[in-house]
């Protein structure tokens, strides 16, 4: 049940850039710089010159399936790090959305971008569809008679056979719009991940991870050991710290890993004496200045480490952590920080 309802999630995501946030108001599985990296077809360093608004919808557009983000960035690229390079880039995106969080453009701010191609964005979408599609499909009998039970119990009203071919057909419909209306538009590859405002003097951090990253991507299948390194790298870094840690062990971040624990797991093997050594001595090079209260007390060297590392959000449940971590380049996923009381972790 937990990996269906993260398919949808992972669908509502992609489509959040079509449709109103009511749509698919979940918030999306984190999505490290590794993986931006990946799944961009362009990575620019760019100051944002304006948000062009778009006009509000109408009824009418409503009723004709037009949902479609109106809002337009418009960033003057300073470096590009990956892909086509261009003086102007004018990014699509719903300035509105509350959830799943979109991207943030900062008026008169410099900020690393992870964009997608309209056609790519809709090539994901398909994908995407696909697999929630297989996976449905292939459920046994007595998994779809408890799902709609469930569902049924929250309230849900099974369709009729002519109301389920109906949603199909709309469904269809929209689709195709969509892919119309994404052609020569350009998007943000993992909505609020895909923005970060790195301060000045950690972006040559970032230059070099993209860079290698990239590197090692285009060249095809990367090793196991390669990727690995990557992320250790990363991790040693104050501003990247949770990039590669994340990836290396997201069962140690409680409140992200919640939205993906049905796709993600811990690293193949536990990091090694090596490793944590390299980390250590990351941390003692480039602190991290953690404020708020982090419960239960870590009991291993990894959640340690982790738990002094990265930002997250309000929490939900006991046990999750509210800190803020000074000069990290953004903290994902983009929800509004709660006020927390300022307290050691040392």
């Given amino acids: 049940m937990i990996r269906r309802r993260i398919a949808a999630a992972l669908v509502a995501g992609i489509l959040a850039t079509a449709f109103p946030p009511d749509a698919g108001a979940y918030p999306i599985p984190p999505v490290t710089l590794w993986s931006l990296v990946e799944q961009a077809d362009v990575v620019v360093l760019a100051r944002v010159e304006r948000v062009e608004p778009g006009e509000p919808r109408t009824e009418e557009d409503m009723m004709n399936g037009d949902f479609f983000d109106r809002d337009i960035a418009v960033l003057r690229v300073l470096e590009t790090w990956k892909g086509e390079e261009m003086a102007e880039i004018r990014v699509t995106f719903g300035a509105g959305v509350i959830c799943p969080a979109p991207p943030r453009f900062q008026i008169g701010e410099v900020v690393l971008a992870f964009l997608e191609r309209g056609k790519t964005t809709t090539r994901r979408v398909a994908e995407a569809s696909a697999q929630w599609e297989g996976e449905r499909l292939r459920r046994t009998p007595e998994e779809k008679a408890a799902e709609e039970a469930e569902r049924i119990e929250a309230g849900w009203t099974p369709p009729t056979p002519e109301e389920e ?27 609020s991940y895909g923005t970060l405002y790195p301060a000045e003097e950690d972006r040559p951090a970032f230059r070099d991870l993209v860079a290698q990253a990239a590197r090692l991507q285009a060249a095809g299948k990367v090793e196991p050991a390669d990727r690995r390194e990557w992320l250790v ?18 069962k140690t971040d409680k409140f992200h890993y919640f939205y993906d624990r049905g796709r993600r797991e811990d690293a193949d093997e536990p990091l090694t004496g090596e490793e944590l050594a390299r980390l250590g001595a990351g941390f003692v090079r480039e602190p991290s200045v953690v404020s708020g209260v982090i419960a239960p007390v870590a009991r291993s060297s990894t959640y340690r480490l982790f738990s002094r590392t990265y930002a997250t959000r309000p929490p939900s449940g006991e046990n999750l952590a509210n800190i803020s971590v000074d000069g990290l380049a953004s903290l994902p996923p983009s929800w509004r920080r709660a006020p927390s009381a300022r307290s050691s972790t040392q």
């Fill in 233 to 250: 790298s990363a991790a040693e870094r104050r501003a990247t710290r949770w990039q590669g840690l994340y990836e290396l062990a997201p």
């Fill in 165 to 191: 071919a109906e949603q199909r057909a709309k469904s269809e419909q929209s689709f195709r719009k969509f892919v119309a209306w994404a052609a020569g538009r350009w998007f943000t590859v993992g909505l």
